[in-house]
């Protein structure tokens, strides 16, 4: 779970006092006014500000030191295509706006073992179903500015 620790420090040392849910422990779920209106079907690595009506939601898929190529990998695109799916159903049907972000890490996993699987990813991010792919070291950058996307959101829905 080194990346994940990566991506989580990240996160922490930007969100200067956003709440974040660093490992979910329920489902994520969304409520109009008030009342609840939909629930996802997995559990999701993480959510800010937490998993009732978060304004992001985000997956890490890592795998190191794999030598053979097995069903694991097609298994996370799978699931991350599946959170997708209820992602796009909550914004088109509740009219919420839901950043859904993928991290992805190790070089030979994507790249020499499975890049069929890393075109699937591209796929997900041309039809919408993840907001954003980052790879790799592109998270020292990029998490830095979505956590102050995110803040600014917090802000205006607190208005």
Known sequence: MYFTGIVNMLIESNAAGIE????????????????????????IDGACPNVVNPIAIWEIKEYYNTTTFGSRVADGVYETQLDGYEVAEVVRSLGISV?????????FTWWVKGRSYLCLVCDLLHMGFVTEVIFGAVVLKRMPELVNDWKKELQGRNR
Request: with cysteine; aromatic share 12%; proline share 6%.
């Open 20 to 43: 974040c849910d660093y490992s979910p422990k329920e489902l994520t779920a969304f409520t109009k006014n008030g009342f609840p209106a939909r629930s996802m079907s997995r559990r």
């Open 99 to 107: 950043k859904h972000c993928l991290m992805i890490d190790d070089y």
